[in-house]
């Protein structure tokens, strides 16, 4: 039973009046996530390292009546991660969706492909979080993206499964830090979904048949398979869950 203060239960999942941010929303999940949150409601203020790259992601946000801001910044850059966040304000919703991959086998990392995608997945995920922090509200959401790699080994992707690995302990102790202000963490672990950072990997025939035969539902994801739960982590109908990594997986991490 709910008194007259509390909405509908579909209601709950609406974010109409809020303001979401959304890293790397150029292309692929970022996009994809951008869109979905202002299906449900929310103005956006999208960001990418080129601000032109962002105008098809724009048009498809303004179509759905919501408002969008764009706005350039390289994730590796601190000071521009905190110059950014200074000019767009409070926001409701932080999605760490920015990231860098660069497959390469173990004993040929250089240094700076290590920092590169280290600085860009994790380094910029947590500045973002700090300098978003100071001025969110109460009831805010930030959702990071963590991935298959959090758990499990892959090879050629050591500095990228390093950074994700760290990202899902980013949301646990971020999670619990800021729970007394009311702002939630938690993560979302896509598994296989066909991008052009993944492209690569879906040149090899071979691998594409092995993955898939691994994969419980039978398939690899889509990019509308992930905007349901990133909806649903920024609304108030997962007001009581914080600290979480969900695995959109297809089932493969409960088939190992």
């Not at 290590?114 to 700090?130: H, P, R, Y």
């Not at 001025?135 to 499990?152: E, P, Q, W, Y």
């Amino acid at each position: 039973m709910t008194d007259a203060a509390t909405p509908p239960f579909f209601g709950r999942f609406s974010l109409a009046g809020r303001k979401a941010l959304v890293t790397g929303a150029s292309r692929g999940i970022g996009q994809a996530l951008a869109v979905g949150l202002a299906e449900a409601g929310a103005d956006l203020v999208i960001t990418a390292r080129q601000q032109a790259s962002l105008k098809e992601t724009a048009d498809r946000i303004a179509a759905t009546g919501r408002s969008v801001q764009c706005i350039a910044c390289d994730q590796r850059d601190v000071e521009q991660i905190r110059e950014t966040i200074g000019a767009i304000g409070p926001v409701d919703i932080l999605v760490n969706n920015a990231g860098v991959e660069d497959v390469c086998p173990a004993k040929d990392i250089e240094e700076a492909l290590w920092d590169k995608i280290i600085d860009t997945n994790l380094k910029g995920a947590f500045f973002t979080s700090q300098a978003v922090a100071k001025t969110m509200a109460k009831g805010g959401a930030i959702i990071n993206l963590a991935s298959l790699t959090t758990f499990v080994g892959v090879p050629t992707a050591v500095p990228y499964g390093s950074s994700k690995s760290g990202i899902a302990g980013l949301t646990r102790a971020l999670a619990t830090e800021w729970a007394g202000e009311g702002i939630r963490v938690n993560a979302i672990a896509p598994g296989y979904f066909r991008t052009d950072m993944t492209e690569v990997f879906y040149e090899n025939e071979e691998w594409v048949e092995a993955m898939q035969s691994k994969i419980p539902l039978g398939r690899f994801g889509e990019l509308d398979d992930l905007i349901g739960s990133v909806v649903f982590l920024a609304s108030d109908a997962s007001k009581y869950i914080t600290g979480q990594i969900l695995g959109i997986d297809g089932g493969y991490l409960a088939a190992i």
